[in-house]
């Protein structure tokens, strides 16, 4: 079955860095549309990252130029190498993919941005 299990995540002061990373297990990671999502407290969850099977990305407005989508197919793991954190980036941070038209989520990672 598909699994997606986040990792990396935690307490930050502004302006600093943290790398996420989701091992992906039960589906072709090598063929597969890897996302990031996160939900902040009253919000709903948004699309940060995205990077295609064949390594193009894609990033919200809000992270651009700050955040980072890769991945290593090797390893079947995706990241999220996030810097210049600002306390607007405090969310849970989902994993995702879509395998036979389902989407599927990891459990989630928090990450707080707070001095």
């Known amino acids: 079955q598909v699994q997606l299990v986040e990792s990396g995540g935690g307490l930050v002061q502004p302006g600093g860095s943290l790398r996420l990373s989701c091992a992906a297990s039960?589906?072709?990671?090598?063929?597969?549309?890897m996302n990031w999502f996160r939900q902040a407290p009253g919000k709903e969850r948004e699309l940060a990252a995205s990077?295609?099977?064949?390594?193009?990305?894609n990033y919200a407005d809000s992270v651009k130029g700050r955040f980072t989508i890769s991945r290593d197919n090797a390893k079947n793991t995706v990241y999220l190498q996030m810097n210049s954190l600002e306390p607007e980036d405090t969310a849970v941070y989902y994993c995702?993919?879509?395998?036979?038209?389902?989407?599927?989520w990891g459990q989630g990672t928090q990450v707080t941005v707070s001095s």
């Open positions: 039960g589906f072709t990671f090598r063929n597969a549309d």
């Open positions: 995702s993919t879509r395998v036979a038209f389902r989407r599927y």
């Open positions: 990077i295609t099977d064949g390594g193009n990305t």
